[in-house]
């Protein structure tokens, strides 16, 4: 197996492309990273990529793709998104998203364009590369802080993100006001849901790319299978065709909806919170840019909801905010301690990262229901 060390230039991509290609064609496994090379078991056969997950769950695993697994899923997202074309990779490459804007790139018949994230993501660097992609159809693929920041920026760095045909965003969840906002601006936004067991984003919009199956279980947990689904975990059992992932979800009007995971569901006197529902209520605020919700220790009610908040102009009080929350989802739901940070911290992707937001609003005793 070939290690690819990554520090985020276009130089360390450009190795990682080629070897990529070459794995495509049947030449060994290739696992990028950041770091020292990790110690892993070796691949199955007809491994080509070994991703590494971003440990939400505890310790980082290590994910078996094969070349059929990508094709599958880039000739899916090329026939969803009308067709091949120029790509733009603005995201860390070591991650399964990264990779698969390489492998859709190259399976297009071009290596994509590198934006260098070793000075962090910036508006005016993407624009820039943005330019020197040429005529034809574009696409390239973005987490949702990233999104935000070219909205902002405006000028030249929207200019670039409307000339794209379609603009992915996955790796966290698109706040719907966000989403909103980026369709009113002209821009191409298309919502993806995936991992790297499934080689990335296999759910489109809500509708499974083709191919791909969504099952719900009883208790609502999303189970994904079909062509692009990875071999299974190094060192550990095949998946066997379908991976029950750790995400609850429903469905509405035929479209998937992720509801957040399992594991975040906070049960506060006897009453379950999906963190996600009450996230959506927050932001949906004139003047909340951002929220993520999580659940505290509490002596008396197990755990009560929390909220860190990013403000904007106009933040309504704490009380606008619990009231918003009450008349949408009820008592339980309405958040004990808001705080507001300058951004949400994450982790991997983009994802966020709730244990460091759950440090960030602990409070110890005992704390009352919210009445009402």
Not at 131 to 143: E, F, Q
Request: proline share 9%.
């Amino acid at each position: 197996m070939r290690t690819i060390a990554l520090d985020g230039s276009p130089g360390g991509v450009d190795a990682l492309v080629d070897a990529l290609a070459a794995a495509l064609d049947g030449g060994p496994a290739v696992l990028p990273h950041t770091g020292p090379a990790p110690a892993t078991p070796g691949p199955p056969p007809a491994t080509a990529v070994v991703i590494a997950t971003s440990g939400s769950t505890g310790r980082p695993r290590h994910v078996a793709l094969t070349a059929a697994a990508l094709r599958a899923s880039a000739g899916a997202t090329a026939a969803r998104l009308g067709g091949p074309a120029r790509w733009l990779l603005a995201l860390p490459a070591e991650h399964v998203a990264g990779v698969q804007v390489i492998v859709r790139a190259l399976l297009a018949g071009a290596p994509p364009a590198v934006q260098d994230l070793r000075p962090g993501f910036r508006a005016d660097a993407f624009a820039a590369v943005t330019d020197g992609l040429g005529p034809g159809p574009r696409h390239t693929s973005l987490v949702p802080t990233q999104l935000l920041r070219l909205l902002d920026a405006g000028g030249p760095a929207l200019d670039a993100l409307r000339s794209y045909r379609a603009v992915l965003v996955g790796g966290a969840a698109l706040d719907a006001d966000l989403r909103r906002r980026a369709l009113d601006a002209g821009v191409a936004v298309v919502t993806t849901y995936g991992m790297s067991e499934t080689a990335g984003g296999c759910v489109y919009d809500g509708v499974p790319l083709d191919g791909v199956t969504v099952d719900l279980e009883a208790d609502g947990r999303i189970v994904l299978g079909g062509p692009t689904l990875a071999t299974g975990y190094l060192g550990g059992p095949p998946f066997g065709g379908r991976f029950r992932t750790g995400d609850l979800g429903r469905l509405v009007g035929g479209r998937l909806e992720v509801l957040g995971r399992a594991d975040d569901v906070i049960v506060t006197g006897g009453e379950n919170v999906a963190p996600a529902a009450v996230e959506r209520v927050l932001v949906a605020q004139p003047g909340v840019r951002a929220a993520c919700v999580v659940g505290i220790p509490d002596v008396r009610w197990g755990q009560v909801v929390a909220a860190a908040v990013v403000p904007g102009p106009g933040r309504p009080g704490d009380d606008g905010l619990r009231d918003a929350v009450r008349a949408a989802l009820g008592r339980a739901a309405v958040p004990r301690r808001i705080v507001d940070v300058a951004e949400i911290p994450v982790r991997g992707i983009g994802k966020p990262d709730r244990a460091a937001v759950t440090r960030l609003v602990t409070v110890t005793g005992g704390l009352e229901p919210p009445s009402g």
